[in-house]
């Protein structure tokens, strides 16, 4: 099939520059000496993990339990967890992807005792052992456990809870991924965690409490990592990139941000043409995310988008510039890739203009 002949609005991916981008972070991270454990919440699809792993990769994160299953079911077994869970329903879904799979380990991220309790709890029901990672405040103020007596503490109780084992820590930035200048981010991302691998030289290490992995870092921070303690990275949306990573600024401070390329489109298609100065597209916030601002007109940045509801795109053409056609086709480069891919069951392989590929995005909706 040619990309003509694919219907609107779709979700595609260039798949040449999707498996550069794969390769290219797995490099970069193995050449500092650390291990890269990639985020799947950005794809939700299990082949393209398994790509991930084939490259190199430690093994998978998934944001959520519905997205471990689903990676699981595919026989992923190497799965981190990275959003603590909290409650019995979720406790005994996770100790069930134990017994489901014996061979696998779906480590868990936690950040207080109720959630080393409750899973100790139905672990030990069920006969099985989950390795836990503890979060650690990392200067986003979401979820992580503050440095200090409550770090110890937590770690003693799960050395001290039966049915659950003592992996390491979990150091997030996210706050930190989109900072427009590249020096300056890494500095920040340095400065942030800082103060935990001081804590755990100077406190966790003297009472044999430091931790066997250190896991942090995406796709705008990981560079900064180097030499500080971090074992392994989480980034995600390199796969993919996004209008909101490319807006960032390159290394030199010169460019757009260089270092991944734009692999996620969305294909559309021009339904009204009003006015010369305005086109409307099938393509509204349902299909092509605005979280993270406004998706680009892919070759055409004299177009800006301008959200018209859960379905219409509204596309403003600087006046003097060619104009549009309906039922004209274009390619949408989404602001931010996880929030758009989410809402597709359908994920189309591009190289050039033939579809050659077709996933199902077997995670997609799985926040649960
Ligand atoms: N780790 C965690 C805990 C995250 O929440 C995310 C993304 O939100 C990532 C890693 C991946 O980051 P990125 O997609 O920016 O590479
Ligand atoms: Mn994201």
Redesign the pocket.
């Known amino acids: 099939m040619t990309l003509d002949e694919l219907d609107t609005p779709a979700l595609v991916v260039d798949l040449d520059v999707m498996e550069a981008n794969l390769q290219a972070m797995q490099q970069r991270v193995s050449a500092r000496g650390l291990k890269l454990r990639p985020?799947t919440?950005?794809h939700k699809i299990p082949a393209l993990a398994q790509r991930q792993l084939s490259l190199g990769g430690e093994g998978i994160?998934t944001?959520k339990l519905g997205e471990a299953e689903v990676m699981a079911d595919a026989g992923i077994m190497d799965i981190l967890i990275?959003t603590p869970i909290a409650h019995p329903i979720k406790y005994q879904r996770l100790v069930a992807l134990y017994l489901a799979h014996p061979e696998g380990v779906f480590c868990q991220v936690v950040d207080h005792a109720e959630h080393v309790l409750g899973i100790g709890k139905c672990a030990v029901a069920a006969g099985v052992n989950v390795e836990l990672l503890i979060e650690v405040e990392s200067g986003q103020q979401r979820c992580g456990v503050a440095l200090g007596k409550s770090l110890v503490d937590l770690i003693k109780l799960i050395e001290a809870t039966e049915g659950v084992s003592y992996r390491g820590i979990q150091a997030?930035s996210?706050h930190l991924?989109h900072v427009q200048d590249f020096a300056q981010r890494q500095a920040q991302a340095r400065a942030a965690v800082l103060p935990i691998f001081d804590f755990i030289d100077n406190q966790l290490l003297p009472q044999g409490l430091a931790p066997r992995v250190v896991s942090g870092g995406?796709?705008?921070t990981y560079q900064a990592y180097t030499g500080l303690g971090f074992t392994e990275i989480?980034?995600?949306?390199?796969i993919f990139m996004d209008a909101a990573y490319r807006a960032l600024a390159s290394r030199d401070n010169s460019r757009q941000n260089d270092e991944f390329s734009n692999a996620l489109k969305v294909w559309t298609t021009v339904i009204s043409h009003p006015t010369p100065e305005r086109a409307v597209l099938d393509a509204g916030m349902k299909c092509l995310s605005i979280d993270m601002g406004m998706p680009l007109v892919e070759g055409r940045e004299d177009i800006r988008y301008q959200s018209g509801g859960d379905e219409h795109g509204i596309l403003h053409l600087a006046e003097g510039e060619v104009s549009l056609t309906i039922g004209q086709r274009l390619l949408m480069l989404p602001s931010h890739c996880?929030t758009t891919l989410n809402s597709y069951q359908t994920l189309y392989g591009i190289r050039g203009d033939e579809v050659v590929q077709s996933w199902d995005i077997a995670g997609r909706g799985r926040s649960d």
């Open positions: 985020h919440k950005a994160c944001a990275t997030y996210g991924q995406g796709t705008g989480q980034a995600g949306s390199y996880d």
